[in-house]
């Protein structure tokens, strides 16, 4: 049988369960998603430790507006509030930072801090830290195919795929959701559609690097055979090239 590469090049990542950690512990979920900022500073990290190359997280969706007013605005604070204490260290561990989203609605604010840290980190290589943020996999197949549309040009798988908001990198070869639910979630619909999926029970603030060795390991163990027969994968699919 013919096994995935040990190592995926890129992972991405619904890192759920931030409420539910801090409901359990009678804490506000925001102090949930704060505590999400240091497993996410560990998972980045451990990526880079191990030779994962693209890490792709959803911090906001599309839909996270609809959740109360002040966890909206603790999310929006926290990125700030964020990017300003870690993006040094990021700097300095060869992390290239890029947002995907819809940058629109966001706030003068936050579209600055996001900005500031992908032109200060534009030139590192080691690790590609694609943060999803106000994004949703339907706004970007609908962004894709509406650039083609003004521009006249035909839409084709092709096309599309170079048109979508993640074009930069290859597809995630797996996709981790934590928090024990076994949902997409609107999460990178076209560029899932061959990758491993890894559910984990833990909740997001509890994923350490020894659960994300535990994910790498039950990938490393996947045949991929990106619609092939088992017979047919010698020598392995290969996925498209960086
Ligand atoms: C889902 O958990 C998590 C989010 C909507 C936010 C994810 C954000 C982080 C991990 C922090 C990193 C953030 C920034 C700003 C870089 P949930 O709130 O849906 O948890 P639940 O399912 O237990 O309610």
């Known amino acids: 049988m013919s096994k995935s590469s040990a190592v995926p ?7 759920d369960g931030n409420g539910r950690w ?36 959803f911090a906001f969706s599309s839909e996270n507006w609809n959740r109360p007013a002040e966890e909206v605005s603790g999310l929006m604070e926290l990125l700030v509030m964020a990017l ?42 080691r690790l590609v830290l694609n943060i999803c943020f106000n994004y949703g996999g339907r ?21 599309l795929d170079r048109a ?8 995630p070869d797996l996709v981790i959701r934590t928090g024990g639910e076994m949902r997409i979630s609107n999460f990178l619909l076209w560029q899932a559609a061959y990758s491993e999926l ?22 490393a163990g996947r045949e991929r055979r990106f619609g092939r027969t088992s017979g047919q994968l010698d020598p392995p699919a290969g996925r498209k090239a960086a």
Request: glycine share 8%; with cysteine.
């Open 22 to 57: 801090a409901t359990k512990r009678f804490l506000p979920r925001v102090a949930g998603h704060k505590k999400g900022v240091d497993a996410l500073r560990a998972c980045v990290r451990h990526c880079g430790d191990v030779g994962v190359k693209v890490l792709t997280v």
């Open 9 to 15: 090049h890129h992972v991405a990542i619904v890192m």
């Open 84 to 125: 300003g204490r870690e993006v040094p260290q990021l700097q300095a561990e060869g992390v290239r930072i890029r947002f995907v989203g819809d940058r629109a609605a966001l706030s003068d604010k936050v579209r600055a801090g996001l900005e500031h840290a992908e032109q200060i980190t534009a030139s590192n290589t």
């Open 198 to 219: 890894y559910f984990s029970d833990r909740l997001w603030p509890d994923f350490d690097g020894a659960a994300l060795d535990e994910a790498i390991a039950a990938y």
């Open 164 to 171: 979508m908001a993640l074009a930069y990198v290859p597809d």
């Open 139 to 159: 706004w970007d197949v609908a962004q894709a195919a509406a650039g083609l549309a003004a521009r006249g040009e035909a839409i084709t798988e092709q096309s």
